[in-house]
């Protein structure tokens, strides 16, 4: 079985919060079915997966998604922030995240 390690992670400070969420949440869905709309065109299919592609990165945004690294393999992780663990995936190991808020 594998050992439980603790990595320790600084929170960022939201500068905008619950306006972030306001604005690209309804931005995501638009795009995503905009995008989805243009893929049943001929045309349209690669500008589609594009604007797809974006509306995913712009949930991620709004989700304020983190990027921690595995003590194990040094592997790049996004997790949301605030969460208490995570599961590596590339070697499957359990991590514990503490978070530290950040000195003013």
Do not use: H
Not at 40 to 67: C, D, E, H, K
Not at 72 to 89: L, Q, R, T
Request: charged fraction near 20%; proline fraction near 6%.
């Amino acid at each position: 079985m594998a050992e439980i390690q603790t990595i320790e992670v600084v929170m960022k400070r939201s500068k905008t919060g619950w306006a972030r969420k306001l604005i690209f949440f309804p931005m995501a869905a638009f795009g995503f079915l905009g995008g989805a709309l243009l893929c049943l065109t001929i045309v349209g299919i690669i500008p589609g997966f594009f604007i797809m592609a974006g509306s995913v990165g712009l949930v991620m945004a709004g989700l304020n998604y983190r990027q921690v690294k595995c003590p194990n393999c040094k592997k790049k992780n996004y997790v949301v922030s605030a969460v208490e663990d995570f599961k590596c995936s590339r070697c499957g190991n359990p991590t514990i995240i503490e978070w530290k808020k950040p000195r003013p």
